[in-house]
């Protein structure tokens, strides 16, 4: 495959609800640096895919309100690579503008979809990954995703079963189940056939077209209507019109759920998290004696075990006889909830909203 055919759409448009209140709807997740690297996760995401996408191949698809930070974030990027979305409508639609989209530019076009919110520890492995994944779908009609052996039952992820095997770490996908409950998960992991399903997706502009007409009725007709708009001036005009009407979907339910085409290539050595929650955030960070993650200034932890404390400001804080928290802040904002009860962050910033309006969320 040559170089100029790849092409990456990097997903940036999420608000990040469950790492309230550090990731609020003004600065949401991705434009942030929680790992404390200099680097936020989309410059991250950014810089992970140099070398093997072409700089100007790097499609943003982001909302409205994030297009200047996208800007400040990752200068090199230029208006034409950023897909604007109207309307959240998840990632069915998204995906679907995009394909149509990059196709209008490169009917030879082969993309993969990368989420701007992953942790990847090993970036030489996962680069090693990619160019296998973008080899694969160059030589085959399919749709990729990547699948990271589970190490545990975990309620945060999708899951991958893999049916036959194909060829080295390539297996066909016999099916997708989104996040399930723990005991679920736990036949899931026992069972040695399920992948944590990572959100990185691989394939042809035309094979997933052809995929979104086949399984997707209630996304397709509208955006293959556009089919001569794309990558004229007309474009956004158009998408401004059919993307409220679209339904809202993730590509996952949307096409990846019924299609009989999808594989998985096994990337157990890429050190992957989805940076989602303040739990997956606590997995990846270095914890002190007493398994606690601390990320500010002035902590103090007497008895206190296995929580999270991320503050901002030269503020003191002092935790006693606490075990299993999350403690976290920001500028007019105090969380303190049990992490076996962060699945429920996303509820309370919507009973903020109905309580306070916007303020706090």
């Not at 001036?233 to 409220?244: A, G, T």
Request: charged share 25%; proline share 4%.
């Amino acid at each position: 495959m040559t170089e100029k055919n790849r092409y990456c759409v990097i997903m940036c448009g999420g608000c990040g609800s469950r790492l309230w209140p550090k990731s609020r709807t003004q600065m949401p997740k991705q434009f942030i640096d929680f790992l404390g690297t200099g680097q936020s996760l989309l410059q991250l995401t950014v810089a992970r895919l140099k070398g093997i996408i072409p700089q100007e191949n790097i499609i943003m698809l982001t909302r409205s309100e994030y297009v200047d930070l996208v800007k400040e974030q990752v200068p090199e990027i230029t208006d034409s690579q950023i897909l604007c979305e109207p309307a959240h409508r998840r990632t069915g639609p998204g995906n679907a503008w995009a394909a149509y989209h990059i196709k209008a530019l490169n009917p030879d076009a082969k993309i993969m979809v990368a989420p701007c919110d992953n942790i990847i520890l090993r970036v030489d492995e996962f680069r090693e990954s990619v160019e296998k994944a973008f080899e694969f779908i160059e030589h085959h009609d399919t749709l990729l995703t990547f699948g990271v052996k589970p190490t545990h039952p975990e309620t945060r992820y999708g899951y991958i079963q893999q049916g036959r095997e194909i060829d080295g770490d390539f297996a066909m996908v016999k099916t997708f189940t989104e996040k399930p409950d723990l005991e679920l998960a736990k036949v899931f992991v026992d069972s040695g056939e399920f992948y944590w399903n990572t959100g990185i997706f691989f394939w042809s502009a035309t094979s997933i077209i052809k995929a979104l007409n086949d399984n997707a009725a209630k996304v397709s007709p509208k955006f293959r209507e556009g089919e001569g708009i794309y990558g004229t001036d007309k474009e956004e005009e158009f998408i401004k019109e059919i993307y409220s009407a679209s339904q809202s979907i993730s590509i996952d339910y949307a096409v990846l759920e019924k299609a009989d085409n999808v594989t998985v290539l096994r990337v157990d050595g890429i050190g992957w998290t989805d940076l989602g929650t303040w739990g997956s955030l606590y997995d990846v960070s270095p914890k002190n004696h007493d398994g606690n993650v601390l990320q500010g200034t002035k902590t103090m932890m007497m008895n206190s075990h296995n929580n999270i404390v991320s503050t901002q400001g030269d503020k003191l804080v002092v935790v006693s006889e606490l075990d299993d928290y999350i403690i976290a802040d920001s500028e007019n904002a105090l969380l303190i909830v049990p992490r076996s009860e962060e699945q429920k962050i996303r509820t309370y910033v919507r009973e903020l909203k109905a309580t306070y309006g916007d303020e706090y969320k």
